[in-house]
């Protein structure tokens, strides 16, 4: 019953924006780090951006810093990225992740995913 379903990718000119949501049900949503991560053909999955618990503190990879802002809306039970000023090299599958921390270890709920793709 746990469920992240991202929404607002699409094709985009570079230079342009795209705004992703990903609503979250299931487990307890303002309990959880959400992150953003993207895979592009031929590389790993990578994390794009982090926010804690409440929306305290972020993080960013340093490809995107200045470019992309995460945020979250814990009565919403739903994160967002906002991309601007995109690069054909964001052209990724975006995923949406969920992760409590225990102990050393965490627990992950994934969502399927939303293209990106960044062409002119």
């Known amino acids: 019953q746990v469920q992240l379903v991202e929404s607002g990718g699409g094709l985009v000119q570079p230079g342009g924006s795209l705004r992703l949501s990903c609503a979250a049900s299931?487990?307890?949503?303002?309990?959880?780090?959400m992150s953003w991560y993207r895979q592009a053909p031929g590389k790993e999955r990578e994390l794009v951006a982090r926010?804690?618990?409440?929306?305290?503190?972020?993080n960013y990879a340093d490809s995107v810093k200045g470019r992309f802002t995460i945020s979250r809306d814990n009565a919403k039970n739903s994160v967002y990225l906002q991309m601007n000023s995109l690069k054909p090299e964001d052209t990724a599958v975006y995923y949406c992740?969920?992760?409590?921390?225990?102990?050393?270890?965490?627990?992950?709920?994934w969502g399927q995913g939303t293209q990106v793709t960044v062409s002119s």
């Open positions: 992740n969920g992760r409590r921390y225990s102990g050393s270890s965490y627990y992950d709920h």
């Open positions: 926010i804690s618990s409440i929306g305290g503190s972020t």
């Open positions: 299931g487990f307890i949503f303002s309990s959880y780090v």
